[in-house]
């Protein structure tokens, strides 16, 4: 009642982020879309900052220059949501491992190979050194438009580890492996000290505005099976449960890259709320045997985009055919290519906001 006595409706709450609603669990007339590396090399105005920030982890650490990276494309193409412009490798520089990133080759780490390397290595300074991206994380938040979603991020431990043992990419994964095989008690110090840095990471940035967080595990498709339970889905689990006990309500999604036949395993394992889907992965298998359990979220592939046009339309249809009956989310099947032309990724929002609201 007001001071009159006189009763009155209170004001109704505004509508949720469609972002976020699909995560929920909502079904919605036009699926929500973001980008996985929606910001970076193949926008113009993210070279002209790129050109001045110095260093890519330079770029990283400077909040200032990161958040205005991160809102590049939302001012472009007014996606739903905005994900942190960082990188999956700042946990284990801010872990003590020496990194830098080679032009046209990409990340290069000293190898950490052994259980000497893995003890030199320390959480003690993680926030310390991890600080401004929290700044970052802020600064994004205060800046979205109110209907944006925020999504932090972090490396899954089995992706994070493959780059700290092998000093950076791979083609056969024969380092890692022959240290999770061979020796899984001296590779498991590895992981328990990830999943802890993981953790502390992902739930210091929900603290900071992240609305969402997305795990990204991106060589999750080249272990076996037994590994994959050991080192995929277990430890992620692990993240999972602390991420939800400390921010409850949070969703968490999981990107677990060429796990094929797999998937089904990941996402009943895991607990994740969602489960993005690789450029593999049939999006009508994806809504029969993944979509009834939780939010899907993917997949054109980065060529299709790259490309443009009918092929890119067509493609983009029949996902949205395929996935837009259950609760879903329009992203790509991994990252924007550098050389994507950015008028495709405009004409990709029209035509589904377009054809789909």
Known sequence: MDKDGQSREEPSAPPAKPFLRALAGETLARPPIWLMRQAGRYLPEYRAVRAGAGSFLDLCYNPELAAEVTLQPIRRYGLDAAILFSDILVVPHALGQALDYVEGEGPKLEPVTDAAGIARLSAGRLHEVLGPVYETVGRVAAALPAETALIGFAGAPWTVATYMVEGGGSKEYGVVKRLAYGEP?????????????????????????????????????????????????????????????????????????????????????????????????????????????????????????????????????????????????????????????????????????????
């Open 185 to 357: 008690e001296t590779f498991g110090q590895l992981v328990d000290l990830l999943v802890e840095a993981t953790t502390a990471y992902l739930l210091r940035q929900i603290a900071a505005g992240a609305e969402v967080v997305q795990l990204f595990d991106s060589w999750a498709g080249v272990l076996p099976e037994a590994e994959f339970e050991r080192w995929v889905i277990a430890p992620t689990r692990r993240i999972v449960d602390a991420v939800r006990a400390g921010a409850p309500g949070v969703p968490i999604i999981g990107f677990p890259r060429g796990a094929g036949l797999l998937y089904e395993r990941y996402l009943a394992g895991t607990g994740v709320d969602a489960v993005g889907l690789d450029t593999t992965v049939p999006p009508r298998w994806a809504a029969r045997a993944l979509q009834p359990k939780v939010a899907v979220q993917g997949n054109l592939d980065p060529v299709l985009l790259l490309t443009g046009g009918e092929p890119m339309l067509r493609a983009a249809d029949a996902i949205v055919d395929a996935l837009g009956h259950g609760p879903f989310v329009f992203n790509l099947g991994h990252g924007v290519l550098q050389k994507t032309p950015p008028e495709h990724v405009a004409a990709l929002v029209r035509h589904l906001r377009g054809d789909r609201g």
